[in-house]
């Protein structure tokens, strides 16, 4: 069965701003039949592409921009980055079976308790609707996240636990469908919170 393991960035602990920090896309998609396999590495060897600037993809191109990178893909060598799904999909909908949904949930949760980020990134509706239970939710807030602030009441957030640290989630909408100044004013605000010690 396949699963794709997240890509570590070789400078994750260095992050950005003295934070470590991991992004989340849905899925890896197909393109068409002429498509490698799939593979457990697929998400490590896209990134490898990525930064050697022989794949561009609006995506991750928008992302470097909101963290202040614009075409400097060095952004990626500071993240862990994973698609929520475990493995590709055939279409670029789709939103992922029972059997994915379950997988990614774990996967999520084994990624948190061993790269502890401080900071987690959810560039994708589909997957913050699916995400794990988290703390806001145990507490009865409706939908299980919060508001991020007055100026940005749209945007959510929640938490996570990790061998005692509290992990921040924030969602923030696709590139492809997103307001780009909205968002990199979005993510500044972000990054400028505090972050869990303990």
């Known amino acids: ?32 039949p002429e498509d490698d396999p799939d593979s457990d590495s697929a998400t490590i060897d896209c990134m490898r592409h990525i930064i050697a600037g022989e794949w561009s993809f609006k995506f991750f191109n ?31 909908r789709d939103g992922g079976t029972t059997d994915q949904l379950d997988r990614a949930n774990k996967r999520f949760l084994k990624m948190l308790a061993e790269r502890k980020p401080q900071k ?33 009441p749209h945007f959510r957030w929640c938490t996570y636990k990790a061998d005692n640290q509290t992990i921040y989630a924030y969602a923030l909408p696709h590139p492809e469908r997103a307001n ?10 972000i990054l400028v919170l505090p972050v869990a010690t303990g």
């Not at 960035?9 to 393109?31: C, F, M, T, V």
């Not at 990178?69 to 862990?80: C, K």
């Not at 780009?180 to 605000?189: D, I, M, Y």
Request: proline letters at 7%.
């Open 120 to 152: 987690v990134f959810v560039f994708t509706k589909k997957g913050w609707d699916v995400l794990p239970q988290s703390i806001e939710n145990e507490e009865g807030s409706r939908n299980g996240d919060r508001p991020l602030s007055p100026e940005f």
């Open 62 to 92: 928008e992302i470097q921009k909101y963290f202040g990178f614009d075409s400097d893909p060095d952004l990626w060598n500071r993240v862990v980055f994973m698609n929520y799904l475990p493995e590709r999909v055939e279409k670029l």
């Open 180 to 189: 780009a100044e909205t968002s990199r004013r979005v993510l500044e605000h």
């Open 1 to 32: 069965m396949i699963e794709h393991q997240p890509w570590v960035g070789p400078r994750y602990k260095d992050g950005i701003n003295e934070q470590r920090i991991a992004i989340l896309g849905h899925s890896h998609h197909a393109s068409g």
